[in-house]
């Protein structure tokens, strides 16, 4: 015959806390595990747009200081300028033969690990690229070993299965509404019967005013008026009497 033991109070606080504990490493674990990776943003864009993408990382190599980070460019990029970063040195690669090809930010000084760093592009993408992912994979060197963050999730898999997955922009259409028409040219011209009448009487306009305030306001001072001739009829009674 088996016995068990009776659960205590302190049995139970101690189950709770040893719960509570894995829920928040389960918690903490999934972002700090997404943010291990190098990101870019904004990772949306608008084609036939410029845009000035950052990319960023708070690690190293497996704990080895990061001292370059090389990034591909796609195709479908009209114009690349380079942000100058205290810290790092830059190279166009390809850009004397047209658009760069590849960026390469090498540190001054090796970034340690944990510690966070950002380095910038400026990019025009083409028209045509309107309705794409496109992917800037970027070679991560350390003084110790390189990361390449260059995967993509093929059709049907969830990109935070990826190892080293690299950081992608979607590309959307530009809006026609977005005041790159010729909105200003249909535009009809005014005619008596639709254009607005500038009133001859300003004071009588602000007196007609929704402002909540200037209503307190004018209450506010009629009411300080009243008071004050009732106060000149209590004292001029007062002296008669």
């Known amino acids: 015959m088996s016995t ?25 674990g999934a972002p700090l595990a997404a943010s291990a990776h ?18 960023a990382f708070g690690h190293g190599c497996d704990g080895a200081p990061t001292t ?12 690349v300028s380079p942000q100058i970063e205290p810290g ?27 510690f966070r760093s950002t380095v910038t592009l400026q990019v025009k993408f083409a028209e045509d690229t309107a309705g794409e992912t496109l992917a800037f994979p970027v070679l991560q060197s ?9 995967e993509i999730a093929e059709a049907g898999q969830d990109p935070h299965d990826l190892d080293a997955p690299a950081p992608l922009v979607t590309i959307s259409a530009a ?12 535009e009809e011209e005014p005619t008596e019967e639709t254009a607005t009448p500038i009133s001859a ?9 929704d402002d909540p305030v200037a209503r307190w306001l004018a209450a506010g001072g009629l009411v300080a008026g009243l008071a004050a001739l ?4 209590v004292r001029g009674r007062a002296r008669k009497s």
Not at 69 to 75: A, C, K, S
Not at 201 to 209: F, I, M, T, V
């Open 175 to 186: 809006d026609a509404a977005d005041g790159h028409g010729d909105a200003a040219e249909t």
């Open 68 to 79: 370059a980070l090389t990034i591909d460019l796609p195709e479908g990029i009209e114009s």
């Open 88 to 114: 790092w040195s830059i190279e166009a690669v390809g850009a004397e033969n047209g658009i760069a090809s590849q960026v390469i930010y090498t540190a001054d000084e090796p970034v340690a690990d944990g």
């Open 201 to 209: 009487d300003l004071g009588a306009e602000a007196a007609s005013s």
């Open 142 to 150: 350390c003084t110790e070993g390189e990361t390449n963050w260059a």
């Open 4 to 28: 068990t033991a009776p659960t205590t109070p302190a049995r139970r606080r101690t189950r709770l806390a040893v719960g509570i504990t894995a829920g928040l490493a389960l918690a903490v």
């Open 230 to 233: 009732v106060l000149v009829l």
């Open 38 to 55: 190098v990101t870019v943003t904004p990772d949306a864009a608008t084609a036939g747009a410029y845009s000035v993408l950052t990319f």
